[in-house]
């Protein structure tokens, strides 16, 4: 399971799938695009969705459960909704197998359904079917509804956490009285989503609108959080949508106002999902595997003892207690690792690959010096400290590793984006990766272009539109300055 | 919202439905046999999800997720299992909606899938077929994972949080070197469930082993929590599976033990489900509405002023301040509703349908005699209390409300749990309601007769089998001493 992984150098995608399986985060599943989250990856889900469930109820939010099945129809009622999800769903259409002569089960004719029904691949239209049901007055407005769930969107190419079949996420669905108060909502969620991410997850981030061929299809307005993967490519990392009216209105959505006018509702819709550890393997991972920032982490800090006998364990143990249980009282996780068997150096790549930020090492000599070595897993940093400074050390390390992660990886992403305005320099630097902020024309043709020509998209329209530039494709004045990468 | 509901003496079922809407528990979804279960009624999931959770990591499971779809053909690898579920599944057929001529959308037929997919009844197969990948040696055991997800079981009757298409649950699955360490394993479980159902949702329980013709299709032997509704039906409220090695030879699962010997490995999975919101509806929920065991309450006290100005209003808010304040620092869940130009009657009610265990009454002329009014949901006594006694008494009243809550629904079971040896007064006590504690002779096929016959079932052969007992059925030795029912 420790063996070593692909150098991301030589092979970055087959780095990226190896980090997931010696960490065993993932594995793929007996249905192609499906994946399996194992526990150690599940673990870390658990840890990331748990921060944002506790910033959307802070702001109000509740969580709730729609269905699963969504009826065929529903799909039709927003015109761009069913363009951008007919072609890859999963369609249920019978409800009981039935044994062939030769035993071998086939769906039974007679239980075909009438109206087949969609696994939902998002869930707009049945929960913008039940808004209409409960909200009548403006005293039901705002309706602050998030839900976490498994969605399904047909892959056929499947790569593990950025593009499965079946995904984790949340998604959050919100019904105003008023626009103003709709946009209002979709940048609050913005700037959740960007707190999380950067916070406690280290990863810095590029934020903005989408142009109108990148954005949801049902939204009136996109905004994105975009990261800068480890071989300069972007992933988008989570999207907050304006709605507008659109499935107000297909779904016929009304409230009386407090002026006793009918009114359609403004509302918005938002996700974040387990692509979110793609992210995190990519901008943090190296070729000893994951490294995990503190704040997610499932383990922070781990204790290998070195040891020859039980008696030796024994003694290291009482050594260390102190440790364990300052940690456990300041609910920072840490495990004594005191698996037989396993020698000392195993467990050290063990948890390398797993990406443990802090490894205690003590052996016997330590005890008479009454020190412990700790090394760090995100600068391999090794020291040695005493033992009764110990638990504060540990401690300082944690938040400078979290910080560390975090300015690595912005480092990194400021020295790997560029400003452009030659359409010639523009696509070398796609070409040799990273991203490109220059000057739009705002043509959705000038972006097809580039697009077909270099691969890369516009993944934001920053809000900051403050400099005066030319289009890099036409030279004409640029309505935008944009943000273009190649992404995942 | 706050009308009242149907009489349960009237008309149980629909007194049953009547609370679900009413209290906003939960909905009826478009898709016949789906559910929505709103943010109120998911929010008791939620406190019921992170007790078991909880209680999971304690004894050493970690959560996992593994995909909605299996392949067809995994179901039929266990021959039980396959009878089971193959006759109430969702089989999913195509990947792509096309559009007819008319515009309407159809299963694109290019899209048919090789293999149907099957959306999960249950999670066995698919763990299993990923288990054969990760167990190879002793050192892998055992391994101990759950995961929460939504499962489908084609319904045609619906009956919300009893029996829908999808539900939501947890399922745990595992895998142990020896038989003694599975059937301890499945036996722990049930201790869980037995303690979370008891002494955190207040409802006592029947527990015991399953009869052959009752159990989990796959397993060796299966135990389950049984509660009596208020209805004196039964419902089971959980299983928890010794699967032996059914699945494990199904599936090709074995591992290298410390004698070099190549074995099969020993299984359990056991659950339960949002069907436990069902059992606490119907165990504590009068004609006003749901009644609440505070432990799981999402609003365990609630603070209801009354007032005529703004000004009144403020003075009120500083007065309970100090309680609010309290209750926060505790974590005791204490909402203060202000929400505006709703009379303090319609409050009252909305919160009794809820089920809210406290509610604070406080007008302005209890501030110069420095009381408030305290009324309990579970007997509907009030009481006047010095505001400078009031936080002791609130948490000594919800602590109370616990404990009386479930010696009432203690009591009502025993009031309505007979012994028979008399197969006429058995029938009396059947279609009069109630459970029926009498011998078995242990064959299927009296079983099977007395089924007919009165509607019963045998919900469980208890633990306790000291009592020498007559067949009720055909009066010769029971072989057991068992449980009858009609059930949900």
């Avoid at 998604?171 to 700037?191: P, V």
């Avoid at 989408?210 to 490519?233: C, L, N, Y």
Wanted: glycine content about 4%.
């Amino acid at each position: 399971m420790s063996k070593s992984v692909t150098p991301k150098s030589k092979d970055y995608s087959k780095w990226y799938t190896d980090v997931i399986t010696k960490a065993e985060l993932a594995d793929y599943g007996p249905v192609k695009g499906t994946m399996i989250i194992r526990p150690y990856g599940f673990k870390i889900w658990e840890n990331i969705k748990n921060i944002f469930d506790l910033e959307f109820k802070k702001t109000g939010h509740t969580n709730a459960y729609f269905p699963l099945f969504i009826p065929k129809s529903f799909l039709n009622k927003e015109a761009e909704h069913v363009e951008g999800f007919a072609k890859e769903c999963a369609i249920v259409t019978h409800s009981r197998l039935t044994a062939d002569d030769d035993g071998s089960l086939t769906p039974d004719p007679n239980s075909k359904l009438e109206e087949e029904v969609i696994v939902r691949p998002t869930s707009e239209t049945i929960i913008w079917s039940m808004y209409k049901k409960w909200i009548k007055s403006h005293r039901d407005l705002p309706l602050l509804i998030n839900q976490w769930a498994n969605v399904v969107r047909w892959e056929m190419r499947t790569r593990l956490f950025l593009r499965t079949s079946e995904f984790l996420w949340q998604e959050g669905h919100t019904a105003h009285a008023t626009e103003k108060e709709a946009i209002d909502e979709t940048h609050k969620i913005l700037n959740i989503y960007q707190n999380v991410v950067e916070n406690f997850m280290g990863i810095p981030l590029t934020v903005g609108r989408k142009s109108d061929s990148e954005k949801f299809a049902g939204a009136v307005e996109t905004f994105s959080i975009e990261a800068m993967m480890g071989d300069k490519k972007a992933l988008q990392a989570g999207t907050s949508h304006y709605l507008g009216q659109n499935f107000s209105k297909a779904f016929d959505v009304k409230f009386q106002d407090s002026d006793n006018k009918e009114k359609h509702v403004y509302a918005t819709s938002w996700g974040v999902s387990t692509r979110l550890i793609g992210a995190l393997i990519m901008v943090h991972g190296d070729d000893k595997g994951l490294r995990l920032p503190p704040k997610i982490a499932p383990i922070q800090i781990v204790i290998v003892p070195i040891y020859k006998s039980d008696n030796d364990l024994e003694i290291i143990t009482e050594y260390v207690s102190p440790i364990v249980n300052y940690m456990k009282q300041n609910n920072i996780s840490c495990y004594f690792d005191t698996r037989d068997k396993l020698s000392p150096g195993f467990k050290f790549n063990e948890w390398e690959m797993k990406g443990v930020p802090l490894r205690i090492e003590v052996g016997m000599r330590d005890l008479n010096s009454k020190i412990l070595t700790i090394a760090r897993r995100d600068n391999n940093e090794k020291s040695t400290v005493k033992i009764d400074d110990a638990n504060k050390l540990l401690v300082n390390n944690l938040n400078d590793i979290q910080k560390c992660l975090y300015n690595e990886a912005l480092n990194f992403k400021n020295q790997n984006t560029f400003q452009a305005d030659d359409y010639n320099e523009f696509k070398k630097i796609i070409s040799d990766g990273g991203f490109v902020e220059c000057g739009w024309d705002g043509n959705e043709e000038t972006e097809t272009k580039i697009k077909s020509e270099t691969n890369a998209t516009i993944r934001c329209i920053p809000f900051n539109q403050e400099k005066k530039l030319k289009c890099i494709y036409t030279q004409n004045p640029a309505k935008y300055t944009v943000v273009f990468a190649k992404a995942y």
